[in-house]
């Protein structure tokens, strides 16, 4: 499964019941699996194992040591999750495998091998080789940009610092030379104020390369390594034709970051409700919103109704602002089932569980599904789901 952030791919492996609950103990090991993983990444590949992950990295091994952690705690998340919504579970019977290259195009290549479009994706959940692929977002041509400004924004400061030194009169203008070269006759109130200008500038660079290194972490590694453990561990199979929007929303209840009670099992996926609330008012998630807003968004055509989320599995294919709305609709639809009505979604699960291998499910077939196990879709289930969802805080 990838993300772009909105088309996904989807998996699973051989499992064995073990009940509910997060699995204790490292899996086995399978020699020929990591002589075959090695083989196929070539020349240059490390292995990494843990408990319940098999990665194949030519990164930092620093950077690869946390994206272990990452993932681990990912897996976790979702048996425990599991466990507290009473949702049965089987383990796989080997280290689930993961390809973590050091650089975007290497990962593009690999990808392109596997005739899946990769540009715009940071990582992917490939179901025929059961793998995950992620490459280290430090070398994305985005990221690198960020880094330049940052480092730029340091010069001038450290510049900008060692002149202000030496401007001995508060009032007498001198001649300031910025680190790109420009210069400028100043006093020294005013360089104090192209301090604060290029503080305010590194702090706002800063901001955006937290924000998009927790993006890439959130909704890329800890989506695709959930739709892995999601399908390996029985939740899911892969065999039959499951709803896209209980396969994203399933992923999307892991992209909560640590802490706590965990991801996935109490956390409010923030990033998604903002979406969700922005779709709405056309732009401004702060503004106070009912199911009356939820409605005209849906009249205009800003959001998918319910019935189309549920039915409509193209959704899912779109890319940039109309796919981030229809992921983030999912979650809402998702979160609100798990929250209020947990015993109906094990239910409906089990139900997709029992369906026929490799056999087609006509949309109206999915409506009818979702209808039996939550009730129709009509003003009181749209009403209550809106003063839920709408309700949380962000």
Not at 78 to 85: A, G, K, L, W
Request: hydrophobic fraction near 40%; proline fraction near 5%.
């Amino acid at each position: 499964m990838a993300l772009r952030i909105g088309a996904a791919w989807l998996i699973c492996l051989t499992a064995t019941t073990v009940g509910w609950g997060q699995p204790e103990g490292p899996l086995p090991a399978d020699p020929e699996a990591e002589a075959a993983l090695l083989k196929d990444v070539g020349a240059g590949f490390s292995l990494k194992k843990t408990d319940n992950f098999l990665i194949a990295y030519n990164t930092r091994t620093s950077l690869v040591n946390q994206f272990a952690q990452r993932i681990e705690w990912t897996y976790g998340a979702v048996y425990r999750f599991c466990e507290n919504n009473g949702i049965p579970t089987k383990r796989p019977t080997r280290r689930l495998e993961v390809i973590f290259f050091d650089a975007p195009t290497a990962y593009y290549d690999h990808v392109h091998q596997l005739q899946i479009p990769a540009e715009g994706t940071f990582g992917i959940y490939h179901y025929r080789s059961n793998r995950s692929m992620f490459f280290d977002v430090s070398r994305h041509p985005d990221m690198l940009e960020l880094e330049q400004g940052i480092a730029a924004a340091q010069v001038n400061i450290g510049e900008l610092q060692r002149q202000m030194r030496e401007v001995r009169g508060r009032y007498t203008p001198v001649d300031i030379t910025f680190a790109d070269g420009r210069q400028v006759r100043l006093t020294r109130d005013q360089v104090d104020q192209e301090l604060r200008i290029a503080r305010g500038e590194l702090k706002k660079l800063d901001s955006r390369r937290i924000s998009f290194n927790t993006r890439i972490n959130r909704s890329v590694i800890q989506h695709e390594i959930a739709h892995q453990v999601t399908f390996n561990a029985g939740i899911l199979r892969i065999d039959v034709d499951n709803p896209k929007w209980i396969v994203e929303g399933l992923a999307l209840m892991f992209e909560t970051p640590p802490g706590g009670h965990g991801m996935g099992i109490s956390g409010t996926n923030t990033m998604r409700l903002e979406d969700f609330r922005n779709a709405i008012s056309g732009g401004d998630a702060s503004v106070k919103q009912s199911t009356a807003e939820y409605l005209q968004a849906v009249e205009a055509g800003r959001i998918p109704s319910l019935h189309e989320l549920i039915s409509d599995s193209r959704l899912f294919e779109a890319r940039g602002e109309d796919g981030a709305t229809a992921y983030a609709c999912t979650w809402a639809l998702t979160h609100y089932l798990v929250r209020r009505d947990t015993p109906n979604l094990v239910a409906y699960l089990k139900a997709l569980a029992e369906r026929p291998a490799h056999e087609t499910i006509p949309p109206s077939e999915e409506l009818t599904l979702f209808e039996k196990h939550f009730g129709r879709i009509d003003d009181l289930f749209i009403d209550n789901f809106c003063r839920y969802i709408l309700r949380i805080r962000l």
